[in-house]
Structure formats: structure tokens, C-alpha cells
């Protein structure tokens, strides 16, 4: 019950942040257009900062076992997810937002200060496990997907400003690197606005459309059901087969912040991306509100499964 209501409360919170973002645009303050400013600070600017403060951390023997076994299991997780797109993209004919939106989760919003009330800081570093899985893959897998070139561009994918920092969080863990107190305060300040930011530019971003072409298409709720309901069910199913939860000493927190990471509402970052490569954003929004609104429900019943089954 306590999961439950932190969950939904967070979301919430979110949500209203969202509509913020739809009211200003409704109010003749901004155009939806100018959402696109803010996703290009949101993934050149706040993004990184996110991933080099996740690197951050105390190392320890114990730590250092439950990382690594928290991002093979988020990586297993996302093969199972890019499974799942490529067995039903083509008889659901699912365009290529669709697809992102179903494979990749609004992880980095949602699941680490849901981790940090439920089970405290020291854990925070296995749900960004997932994110770092999740980031390469976006900016890879998502990227290429998006611009309609299945090609990688692998001089691209190497200069990104998100991968940079994902080496550059790597090496100052690996090399036990700590930033200087002000440097890597400044770089979690940033990284805290991940969440509210990314609703901001959703609400903005859905403003360009009726509200009723959100809740009233039916398309909308096929990517929907396959993100929060779909995805989710499959991968608990599979980790209870495999009996993940005892690989490890701990094996069941850590693996529900992994699973957590999993079955959160349709990635921020898409819609970011869709603005940056004049995909349909608006249709990506709609999927974000949708799927973020329902996660109210659909994410308490998936971890209440979780807890009663693992």
C-alpha cells in the first residue's frame, strides 16, 4: 500500500507540471514551438549532468557486485523490449514514435526519487543502471529509428554529448574520481529539473492539439496498453522464470528498482528527440500524457504483482 500511494503521488506530481506547461501555451504566453528550446537544454544540458552525477558514488565490493548485476539485468530487460517492438511493429504496423514510446521508459523522471522514499539513497545507483543502458540505446538504437536511417552513424553516435558523458562517468568511476563538492552539486541541481522539465515540454508540445485527439483516438491506446501493460507483464514473468531475485544477496530491492525503471509511463527524452528530428511531437506527447496518466494505475498493480510474486 505505501508503494502504491508514493507511486501515484509522484506521478501526480509530475502530472501537474505538465499541465502547467499546457496552460502557458492555452494562455498566449509561449507556442507550442518553443518546446523546442527546451528540449535541446533537456537533453544537451540536463541529460548529461544526470549521467556523470550517477557515476558518483561510493565504490565498494558489495556495490560494485549489485551494479553490475542490476545493468545485466536492465540491458536483458531491453533486449526483451526490443523483442517485443520487432515481433509487433510490423503486424500492429506501429510507426517509429510509437516504437520508442513502447521500448523506452521515463526512468530518469520518475524512478529515482520513487527509489529514494521507498528504499533510501544507497539504492539509487541501481536504478541508474537502467538509465545508462537505456541512454546508450536511445541514442543509438531511438536515434537512428527516429531519423529513418537504420545506418548508424557511428561518428555521430560517438560525438553525441550523451555518450561523451557516459564515458566520462565510466572513467571518473572507474578511476574513483570524485568532483569537486561545488562541480557536482551544480551537476545534481541540474539533473533534478529532469522530471519537471520533461513534463514542461510535453504539456507544451500536446497544447498544438485538442485534448480530445489525446483521449479520443483510439491509436493512441494500442502503444499505451503495450508500454504499461504489455512490457510490464512479459518481463515479470520472465524474471520469476529465471528466478532473478536470488542471483544476489538483496536480490529483490535491487532488482525492483530495475523493475520499476521498466514499467514507468512512455520516455520524456522521446518527445525531446521528436522536436529535434521534426518528428510528429505531438503525437509522441499524447502518448506521454496518455501513458502517464494511466501509469496512476497501471504502476502500483505491476509492482503490487512484483512484491507478491518475487
Request: neutral net charge; aromatic residues 8%.
Amino acid at each position: 500500500m505505501q508503494i502504491s500511494i508514493l507511486l501515484a503521488q509522484q506521478i501526480a506530481q509530475l502530472f501537474l507540471i505538465l499541465i502547467m506547461g499546457y496552460a502557458v501555451v492555452k494562455a498566449g504566453l509561449l507556442k507550442a514551438s518553443d518546446s523546442k528550446v527546451l528540449s535541446v537544454v533537456m537533453v544537451y544540458l540536463v541529460t548529461p549532468c544526470v549521467i556523470i552525477n550517477a557515476f558518483q558514488i561510493n565504490d565498494t565490493p558489495e556495490i560494485r557486485k549489485g551494479l553490475l548485476y542490476s545493468m545485466a539485468i536492465a540491458a536483458a530487460i531491453h533486449v526483451v523490449l526490443l523483442g517485443i517492438s520487432a515481433l509487433l511493429s510490423r503486424p500492429l504496423k506501429l510507426d517509429a514514435v510509437e516504437q520508442v514510446n513502447v521500448i523506452y521508459s521515463n526512468a530518469a523522471a520518475l524512478v529515482i526519487p520513487l527509489v529514494r522514499a521507498l528504499l533510501g539513497d544507497e539504492y539509487v545507483i541501481y536504478s541508474c543502471a537502467f538509465i545508462i543502458v537505456q541512454l546508450i540505446l536511445l541514442w543509438t538504437h531511438a536515434s537512428s529509428l527516429l531519423q529513418g536511417d537504420r545506418a548508424l552513424d557511428w561518428k555521430k553516435v560517438f560525438s553525441n554529448i550523451n555518450m561523451i558523458a557516459i564515458a566520462a562517468g565510466a572513467l571518473l568511476y572507474w578511476f574513483r574520481v570524485a568532483l569537486p563538492a561545488p562541480l557536482q552539486n551544480t551537476m545534481s541541481t541540474m539533473g533534478d529539473m529532469i522530471g519537471p522539465m520533461g513534463m514542461l515540454l510535453a504539456g507544451m508540445a500536446i497544447a498544438e492539439k485538442p485534448l480530445r485527439d489525446v483521449f479520443c483516438t483510439r491509436r493512441n491506446y494500442l502503444p499505451t496498453v503495450l508500454r504499461l501493460v504489455v512490457c510490464p507483464l512479459v518481463i515479470l514473468v520472465l524474471l520469476l522464470v529465471c528466478h532473478a531475485s536470488s542471483w544476489v544477496a538483496d536480490g529483490k530491492n535491487i532488482l525492483m528498482t530495475v523493475y520499476l525503471a521498466a514499467i514507468t509511463p512512455a520516455c520524456a527524452t522521446v518527445t525531446s528527440m521528436a522536436q529535434l528530428y521534426d518528428r510528429d511531437a505531438a503525437h509522441s506527447s499524447a502518448l506521454y500524457v496518455l501513458t502517464t496518466l494511466l501509469s496512476i494505475i497501471t504502476m502500483p498493480v505491476m509492482i503490487g504483482l512484483f512484491d507478491l510474486l518475487l
